[in-house]
């Protein structure tokens, strides 16, 4: 196990070091994403979790609005699994904006609103989100 999380530990710092949106998306993905790492300890990994999910938050200008919309809503699993639900919230808020606001084929934007409206997480229950 003490092998298993060192190098987990090591996927998550490569991305820091690098400051790759891409790297960092992997990153925060693989520690909330599908996996369940509720056998290791939470301190570390909501320690890298949130800083991560501050790097990624720094370069989204960079990004366009659907890329934003992925990285916010990825992060919102964080914020929620840390407890910070208003946080959750408002990105998938934000995220939701994003696709609305962005200049795509109706079919597109109706996905890309469809998938952030299935809220997987449940983050949504939890606050004021309004459905599509």
Known sequence: MDSGWMALGQFARDPIERNSED????AIQELFGLYDYSGLPSAERFS???EISERILSLYPQQDALSRAESYETIARYYDESGD???AVDLIEQALN???GEPL???VKRKELGALAADPGGIQGRGSVEAV
Do not use: I, S
């Open 23 to 26: 790297w960092l998306l992997a």
């Open 48 to 50: 890298m979790g949130k």
């Open 85 to 87: 639900n208003d946080r």
């Open 98 to 100: 994003f696709v609305e």
């Open 105 to 107: 084929p109706h079919e």
